[in-house]
DNA sequence: TATAGTGCTACAGTATGTCAAGTGCTAAAT
DNA sequence: ATTTAGCACTTGACATACTGTAGCACTATA
């Protein structure tokens, strides 16, 4: 019942939070503010985004910086741990490119 | 507001649905039935289990066989879409075995 | 002085996942 | 011969997670 810590565990159980994934990509592309991130992922709403954001600061994958409080200007970036995940989304390209050739099929529903 | 079909971005869609990447990589080590497999990825609750394998089903990366209706027997195996995902599991196991060092906090709430 | 933009939070509603139990049947154990 | 135990799931009630829209306090631009 318990993986006892088992790295590889986690780590799925992090990155299959929705957005996460896109978020880390969203960011490797450099440094953004919260709103601008939130277009570059596309179609994230804004209190997900704060929620992920929070957890992946907590874990050390994103550096938060706020320049100015108000006039709000804030600034995400990945740390070391989180440019490590590039990786993992070139891996997750490289198999979307061999592998999808069109839009998914909508998932079944778990109570239908 | 649309990526247009992006393989990257579907590809993320779908690996981020809850437990699917657990489910991979419990297919990885060969075939298997429902309950065992749902004991090797430990903690999915058949209802769940059921509505992913549909899905990998549905999109060619899995193989589901009957072999008896009646006593019930089935095997799960990837295909070669799925098998090719190992290389993401592999990217993801190497991630975690260097970055995460204890167990992760829980995920911050949405609306807390 | 309006307008648009910043980084968020609040709330209600919906989708999604979970728990426990149960089904119909058989192979192995007693 | 008769309990177990196991298989592959389904069902329905419930909890949690995510979504959409609105809004706040404020400033820089037009």
Redesign the pocket.
């Known amino acids: 019942m318990d993986n006892d810590f088992c790295p590889v565990f986690e780590a799925i159980q992090l990155l299959q939070?929705?957005?996460t994934l896109h978020i880390v990509r969203a960011l490797l592309d450099g440094p953004?503010?919260?709103?601008?991130?939130?277009?570059r992922v596309g179609?994230?709403?804004?209190?997900?985004?704060?929620?992920?954001?929070?957890h992946l600061v907590e874990l050390g994958l994103v550096h938060?910086t706020?320049h100015?409080t108000?006039?709000?200007?804030?600034?995400?970036e990945l740390c070391d741990a989180g440019v490590e995940l590039q990786s993992v989304v070139e891996a997750i390209d490289d198999w979307g490119r061999r592998n999808l050739t069109g839009p998914l099929s909508?998932?079944v529903?778990?109570?239908?």
Do not use: C, H, Q
């Open positions: 939070e929705k957005w953004v503010g919260f709103n601008e991130l939130a277009r179609g994230v709403n804004p209190a997900t985004l704060a929620s992920r954001l929070d938060k706020i100015s108000m006039p709000p200007r804030t600034a995400y909508t998932p529903k778990v109570s239908a």
